[in-house]
């Protein structure tokens, strides 16, 4: 996924309301951007670090830049959740996770489950069916019980919980079903369930694995242009 227009640097002052943060321009003065994180960001909101925006020509957006990147220790950090769904659908269609290859069609936002929409719907009249949910990760604690590893989630989720459930239900009805954990980060080995942050999605995500549904882990390769899924790594529960 390439960034078009480029993106703007500027300096973070400080992220508030979950969806907002005070920025200052390189070229300008303060702003406010948006947000498009719904997690805790943990790590990712040090007043003065570098971060890149994006800027919409939408006249009718209250906010026309949007926080897209911020530098860390580590190397760039991608903390638009609005992004994984698209990377994963290019991905996938030019061959680049070999795991969830040779579908003949894919899909986004299919309705399933009670009241919930899959993120990728694929389907092949030889393979069959495959349910397949994107999660964003871009937590990783070098002082934490993980050190090296990608962590997921950042924050309690119990809606990540209830998909883990119907992801269950769609093995049981016959169905392939994969959660796929989108690290926006380049800096990680593997990726590791966060317990101490929300043990019940964790005991939710075990019963699911005990169930069939797998988990693949993507690490991405990020650049102030371009944010390129790089390869799989380990899932560590």
């Given at each position: 996924m390439k960034f078009q227009p480029p993106l703007a640097s500027a300096r973070l002052v400080k992220r508030y309301k979950r969806f907002l943060a005070d920025v200052v321009l390189d070229d300008g003065g303060p702003i406010t951007c948006a947000v498009p994180n719904t997690g805790s960001m943990m790590g990712l909101t040090d007043p003065g670090s570098r971060v890149w925006l994006s800027k919409s020509d939408n006249p009718k957006r209250k906010l026309a830049y949007t926080f897209e990147l911020i530098q860390t220790a580590g190397g760039l950090v991608g903390v638009n959740t609005g992004h994984p769904n698209a990377i994963v659908e290019e991905a996938i269609k030019s061959g680049a996770i070999s795991?969830?290859?040779?579908?003949?069609?894919?899909?986004?936002?299919?309705?399933?489950?009670?009241?919930?929409?899959?993120?990728?719907?694929?389907?092949?009249?030889?393979?069959?069916?495959?349910?397949?949910?994107?999660?964003?990760?871009?937590?990783?604690?070098?002082?934490?019980?993980?050190?090296?590893?990608?962590?997921?989630?950042?924050?309690?989720?119990?809606?990540?919980?209830?998909?883990?459930?119907?992801?269950?239900?769609?093995?049981?009805?016959?169905?392939?079903?994969?959660?796929?954990?989108?690290?926006?980060?380049?800096?990680?080995?593997?990726?590791?369930?966060?317990?101490?942050?929300?043990?019940?999605?964790?005991?939710?995500?075990?019963?699911?694995?005990?169930?069939?549904?797998?988990?693949?882990?993507?690490?991405?390769?990020?650049?102030?242009?371009?944010?390129?899924?790089?390869k799989t790594i380990p899932v560590e529960e």
């Amino acid at each position: 996924m390439k960034f078009q227009p480029p993106l703007a640097s500027a300096r973070l002052v400080k992220r508030y309301k979950r969806f907002l943060a005070d920025v200052v321009l390189d070229d300008g003065g303060p702003i406010t951007c948006a947000v498009p994180n719904t997690g805790s960001m943990m790590g990712l909101t040090d007043p003065g670090s570098r971060v890149w925006l994006s800027k919409s020509d939408n006249p009718k957006r209250k906010l026309a830049y949007t926080f897209e990147l911020i530098q860390t220790a580590g190397g760039l950090v991608g903390v638009n959740t609005g992004h994984p769904n698209a990377i994963v659908e290019e991905a996938i269609k030019s061959g680049a996770i070999s795991e969830l290859a040779g579908y003949a069609s894919l899909r986004r936002e299919v309705r399933y489950g009670e009241n919930s929409r899959i993120d990728l719907y694929l389907e092949d009249p030889g393979k069959g069916i495959c349910y397949a949910e994107v999660k964003n990760v871009h937590l990783k604690r070098d002082d934490g019980p993980n050190p090296g590893a990608a962590e997921f989630p950042d924050a309690v989720t119990k809606r990540g919980a209830k998909h883990l459930v119907e992801l269950g239900d769609m093995v049981a009805g016959g169905a392939r079903a994969v959660m796929l954990y989108l690290v926006q980060r380049g800096d990680c080995d593997r990726l590791k369930l966060c317990r101490d942050l929300d043990p019940a999605y964790c005991a939710a995500f075990d019963r699911a694995a005990s169930a069939g549904v797998e988990a693949i882990a993507i690490r991405c390769q990020i650049t102030q242009n371009e944010i390129i899924p790089e390869k799989t790594i380990p899932v560590e529960e």
